[in-house]
Nanobody, 122 residues
Framework: EVQLQASGGGLVQAGGSLRLSCAAS????????IGWFRQAPGKEREGVST????????YYADSVKGRFTISSDNAKNTVYLQMNSLKPEDTAVYYC???????????????RGQGTLVTVSS
């Protein structure tokens, strides 16, 4: 059974930083991406970033490019999202999810963890 556990959210002032973690287990497939998406009240779900299990290639939404960095620690089966220069508009519940090859990001996930709330105050 695939399990994803997201953590690291919290309250931070604008310009600050947070690091989200996604601990993954139970994977039985070889080629997948781990992605982060966010959901803010009254807004559409937004895909934030992904990282490939096969070659480590990454994707970033334009809204976070240059501020967020996704990385993985395979020994710990954990994916991180380092978020710097946070803005109030980054406020949302952040989810990590696993996407099989060819899946649509952000809605076509195979499984996702519970969200972690990020609140950025102005």
């Amino acid at each position: 059974e695939v399990q994803l556990q997201a953590s690291g959210g919290g309250l931070v002032q604008a310009g600050g930083s947070l690091r989200l973690s996604c601990a993954a287990s139970g994977f039985t497939f070889d080629d997948y991406h781990i992605g982060w998406f966010r959901q803010a009240p009254g807004k559409e779900r937004e895909g934030v970033s992904t990282i490939s299990s096969s070659d480590g290639s990454t994707y970033y939404a334009d809204s976070v490019k240059g501020r967020f960095t996704i990385s993985s620690d395979n020994a710990k089966n954990t994916v991180y999202l380092q978020m710097n220069s946070l803005k109030p508009e980054d406020t949302a519940v952040y989810y990590c999810a696993v996407y099989l090859s060819g899946s649509y990001f952000p809605n076509g996930y195979d499984s996702r963890g519970q969200g972690t709330l990020v609140t950025v105050s102005s």
